[in-house]
C-alpha cells in the first residue's frame, strides 16, 4: 500500500534531511517523486529548518508530492521528532495538496504532511515566501558570534 505525502522543508530534494537519501541509509524503498504541489499555509523560519502553518486565508505554501511505503512514514516520523499522542514541535496530518500537473486526470490528491504545532509559532521568525529552498538560498548566510 502506498502512502502520498507532501514535503515542503529539510525532507526536499538536496535539503539535510533529502528523503531519498534518508531511505537509502535505512535499506528502505525509495520515494517515488509524484509532483510539485501546493497546500494552504504559511511558512516560519526556525533556523535550520522551517515550520508550516496551516491557514485559511489564501496563502499557499510550495513543496513536493511523492508515493511512499509505510515504513517511510516511520522513518519520516523519526525525522520530525513526532510521536503521536505526545507533544511534538511537528504533528502528522492530512492534507489535500493541490498539484501543479495532473496526475491519473486528478489535480487534488490525499496526502500526509507535517505542519507545526501552534504552540511553537513563537519560536519562529515569519516567511513572506510560499517555498523554502528559494527562501533558505537567498536569505544572509547567520553570522558567528
Do not use: K
Not at 534518508?22 to 516560519?44: D, E, F, I, N, Y
Amino acid at each position: 500500500m502506498s502512502i502520498y505525502v507532501f514535503i515542503y522543508g529539510t525532507l526536499r530534494a538536496g535539503e539535510i534531511n533529502d528523503l531519498a537519501q534518508a531511505a537509502a541509509r535505512r535499506g528502505l524503498p525509495a520515494a517515488q517523486w509524484v509532483a510539485r504541489a501546493t497546500v494552504p499555509g504559511m511558512l516560519v523560519d526556525f533556523g535550520q529548518w522551517p515550520g508550516l502553518i496551516p491557514v485559511a486565508d489564501g496563502r499557499r505554501v510550495r513543496g513536493d508530492v511523492y508515493r511512499v511505503d509505510p515504513a517511510l512514514i516511520a522513518l519520516m516520523d523519526e525525522i520530525e521528532e513526532y510521536v503521536p499522542g505526545q507533544p511534538c514541535c511537528f504533528v502528522r496530518r492530512e492534507i489535500t495538496a493541490r498539484l501543479e500537473a495532473p496526475v491519473d486526470g486528478a489535480l487534488d490528491l490525499p496526502c500526509q504532511y507535517y505542519p507545526i504545532d501552534p504552540a511553537h509559532r513563537a519560536l519562529a521568525v515569519d516567511i513572506a515566501q510560499d517555498d523554502w529552498i528559494a527562501y533558505r538560498q537567498a536569505r544572509p548566510a547567520p553570522t558567528g558570534p
